[in-house]
């Protein structure tokens, strides 16, 4: 279907499977440019206190306020989160659960993006911002950044999660590139826009723009 609906319909074709994945335990997504650093044990599987559902947390706004998460602010869309609401921001590429659940939050995301698209909207963040509107009213197992630890970024290297890296998040520019797998610009271009970001944030005035700017680039390695 091309970019963004391929990230957007994965929800309906878990569900349409559900035959299948239903005779599992858990069920587990993680984005393809996740590597595994270290063994991955039971720390990951929520319980009932949980709601049976696990996500991780977005490095690019661990520690960050509520207000800046990049909710979908839209009233018109069914992933609309409205300001001075939530306590987490979640990435669309690692989250798991026992499969009833699992199942259910696919069920409902993959309803709520047909009705949007019916209605000719496309959620901000696509498939991640239908998963924090799911969670919204849930008590998911929050797994830390060093499950989800992007590769090369500066300002995350002096953090105590550098120590511990469990899976860690390769830089989509060597496997395509952030756009290049949107059908929207080449690799040579996608170096270039990372560049672009970093000049960006060496001469911005304001730390609320380097901020910015560094939430961009780390946008390039999670979508």
């Given at each position: 279907?091309?970019?963004?609906?391929?990230?957007?319909?994965?929800f309906e074709m878990f569900y349409r499977r559900k035959p299948t994945l239903e005779k599992?335990?858990?069920?587990?997504?993680?984005?393809?440019?996740?590597?595994?650093?270290?063994?991955?044990?039971?720390?990951?599987?929520?319980?009932?206190?949980?709601?049976?559902?696990?996500?991780?947390?977005?490095?690019?706004?661990?520690?960050?306020?509520?207000?800046?998460?990049?909710?979908?602010?839209?009233?018109?869309?069914?992933?609309?989160?409205?300001?001075?609401?939530?306590?987490?921001?979640?990435?669309?590429?690692?989250?798991?659960?026992?499969?009833?659940?699992?199942?259910?939050?696919?069920?409902?995301?993959?309803?709520?993006?047909?009705?949007?698209?019916?209605?000719?909207?496309?959620?901000?963040?696509?498939?991640?911002?239908?998963?924090?509107?799911?969670?919204?009213?849930?008590?998911?197992?929050?797994?830390?950044?060093?499950?989800?630890?992007?590769?090369?970024?500066?300002?995350?290297?002096?953090?105590?999660?550098?120590?511990?890296?469990?899976?860690?998040?390769?830089?989509?520019?060597?496997?395509?590139?952030?756009?290049?797998?949107?059908?929207?610009?080449?690799?040579?271009?996608?170096?270039?826009?990372?560049?672009?970001?970093?000049?960006?944030?060496?001469?911005?005035?304001?730390?609320?723009?380097?901020?910015?700017?560094?939430?961009?680039?780390?946008?390039?390695?999670?979508?």
């Amino acid at each position: 279907m091309g970019w963004p609906y391929d990230s957007m319909i994965r929800f309906e074709m878990f569900y349409r499977r559900k035959p299948t994945l239903e005779k599992c335990d858990y069920l587990f997504f993680l984005n393809i440019n996740l590597i595994c650093k270290k063994t991955i044990g039971e720390e990951i599987l929520p319980t009932e206190k949980n709601d049976w559902l696990t996500v991780c947390t977005h490095s690019g706004y661990y520690n960050k306020p509520i207000n800046t998460y990049p909710y979908d602010r839209n009233p018109n869309c069914t992933a609309y989160i409205p300001y001075n609401t939530g306590k987490h921001y979640a990435p669309g590429g690692f989250n798991d659960g026992r499969s009833s659940e699992f199942l259910k939050f696919c069920e409902i995301c993959h309803q709520n993006v047909r009705i949007d698209l019916k209605n000719k909207i496309i959620a901000l963040w696509h498939d991640e911002s239908y998963l924090n509107k799911y969670i919204l009213d849930k008590n998911p197992l929050i797994m830390p950044i060093n499950y989800m630890y992007p590769k090369n970024v500066k300002w995350l290297k002096e953090s105590h999660f550098s120590k511990d890296i469990k899976m860690e998040l390769r830089d989509k520019v060597h496997y395509g590139g952030h756009y290049y797998l949107r059908g929207a610009i080449n690799i040579k271009n996608t170096k270039l826009n990372k560049l672009k970001y970093h000049i960006l944030k060496f001469f911005a005035i304001s730390q609320e723009k380097k901020d910015e700017y560094e939430l961009m680039l780390s946008r390039l390695y999670y979508d």
